[in-house]
Structure formats: C-alpha cells, structure tokens
C-alpha cells in the first residue's frame, strides 16, 4: 500500500506536472531561473514545519509566473490545483451578474489560496495578480497523496488552511463592529504586521491594491477609503505619498475607533505646526547665536 501511495506521489514528477498545471501555463510564463521548489523550500514559504522523512530532491513542485493583471484561475474553472504565492500580490473576488466585484482577500508571500475549489471541484472566486507573482502549484491530487504517506505534513496544511478562514473571520468581524476609520486603520496595521512576516518593512510600503479595491475589501466607498488616508496623513498617523504609506503611530491605528472631529483636527493641525514653527524658530536663533560669538 504504502509503495503504491509513493509511486501515487513520485508519479508528480517534473515531465507530468507539467501537463497538470497547463491551463496556468497558458496563462503565466515560465520563470526564467528556479523552475521548481523541494518539500523543504515549500514548507519554508507557508511558514510549517519541515518533513524531514522526505529527501529534500525526491518531491518537486513547479513555479509559474504571471504578469499583473493576468487572472491565475476564475470562477467556475474546474479545480485541480492549489496556489502558494512564492513572491508578489494577488487579490481573489468575488463578480456578480452584472460584472461587480467583490474582494475577498489580497494574497501574497506564504499564503495559500484556490481552497474555494475543494468543495464544488470548481473555484468559486477569482484570481488576479496585482504584480508580477510567482507562484508554487500544488497539485491537489499530489497534496492528498502526501497527506496519506505523511500525516504530520497533512496536519500542518490543514493548519494553513485554517489561518487563512481565521483571518476571513477575523475581516468579516470587523466589517461588522467598526466604524470606516477604524477599518481603514486595522486594515494599514494588518498590512504592516504582513510585511514584518516576510521580511520586510512594517513602517513603509507600497499598497500593490488601489484605494477602489480596499475600499471592496473593507465594505467602503472608494472616496471614504481616499478621505480616511487623507486624515491619519493630516493628523500624524502616516504618511501618504500616492501609492506609498509611512506608518507613524501604529498602537494609535491599533486603538483608534474614530476620528476626531473636523475641527478638532484643523486646531491639532494648526497646534503641531506651531510646535514645528517654534522649534525650527529656537534652532534658528541657536544658530545665529553661534555665529555671533564666532
């Protein structure tokens, strides 16, 4: 049995992957350097732990490119393949009858994505790259072989699985109990703990989704999302220059429920300003002073 599971897995080999994932191929390109990912590098990119009973070269998994704006599977597509974004920004959607859409979340390193498909054997939702992204395929027929041979593998999947519907629960929650500022300002925090995770900087990034697409995602108008950035900038929360966000105060994104009032921002403005005008002043004055006795 156990030969024949293996012989199940081993049959995903370079020569037939490929022709597993030739719908994605039609779609992506090929990358031009690494073609294929071990065990080890995959378990690497979703953040798991490592089968270390499995030779770092006996299991391969390919990598296929897309370009932003190509669409990795759609809706109603026959479901054979689960993605993992090795690098790169992706948002799944939802359209409805008349061509509306919906985000539903915004992939990007070591996440997992097309388990909508697992159910219906079609995925339910949309994949769009909103960058160049290379993806690792995992073949579900290959995952549910190795799920059989290597349980604590099949475990840790399950447990990927389960972070992604927690942090679907987790958005859905907060649609729910916070108010437009308070969304767009977890949402800024989120993004930022996002980035730490791979690697990168929590305190300036640039937003790969536009400010229509966030504003799908969070429940609000594209002019409320525009607004909100426009305020925490004005107020000292962030810095915003176009797509670029400088994160200032994060614990006051993380508490804040709303916004002060109009008026009482412009006197905060006008208050902060006059501190700069008469720290810049006393520098000035400190300067010419040195000059003096020079």
């Known amino acids: 049995m156990l030969s024949t599971q293996m012989s199940e897995i081993r049959s995903e080999s370079p020569a037939t992957a490929t022709s597993v994932a030739a719908s994605s191929m039609e779609a992506g390109w090929q990358r031009q350097g690494k073609l294929w990912s071990n065990l080890k590098e995959l378990c690497d990119v979703l953040r798991i732990p490592a089968v270390s009973s499995l030779a770092d070269d006996e299991l391969l998994f390919q990598h296929v490119q897309f370009k932003t704006g190509q669409r990795i599977h759609t809706i109603g597509q026959p479901f054979d393949t689960l993605y993992i974004v090795h690098s790169g920004f992706l948002k799944t959607v939802l359209i409805d009858e008349f061509g509306n859409e919906q985000v539903l979340s915004f992939p990007m390193k070591g996440d997992l994505f097309g388990v909508d498909g697992i159910h219906t054997r079609r995925y339910a939702s949309e994949a769009v790259a909103l960058s160049n992204c290379d993806l690792i395929l995992l073949p579900f027929k290959k995952f549910t072989a190795l799920g059989r041979t290597h349980v604590e593998l099949e475990h840790a999947m399950y447990s ?88 200032k105060d994060p614990e006051a994104l993380k ?38 006795a020079v």
């Open 160 to 247: 990927v699985m389960s972070r992604e519907l927690v942090r679907e629960q987790a958005m859905v929650s907060m649609l729910g109990a916070l108010s437009a500022e308070a969304r767009v300002a977890r949402f800024l925090v989120s993004l930022s703990d996002r980035f730490a995770e791979m690697g990168y900087s929590s305190k300036l990034f640039n937003l790969r989704m536009t400010r229509h697409e966030i504003g799908s995602y969070l429940g609000l108008t594209l002019e409320t999302v525009s607004r909100t950035l426009s305020a925490f900038n004005e107020i000292g929360l962030i810095s915003v220059d176009q797509r670029s966000i400088g994160i």
């Open 255 to 292: 508490t804040l429920r709303r916004l002060p009032p109009s008026s009482s921002r412009a006197k905060q403005i006008a208050s902060k300003k006059s501190k700069q005008l008469a720290r810049k002043t006393a520098e000035d004055r400190a300067a010419l002073e040195q000059l003096a």
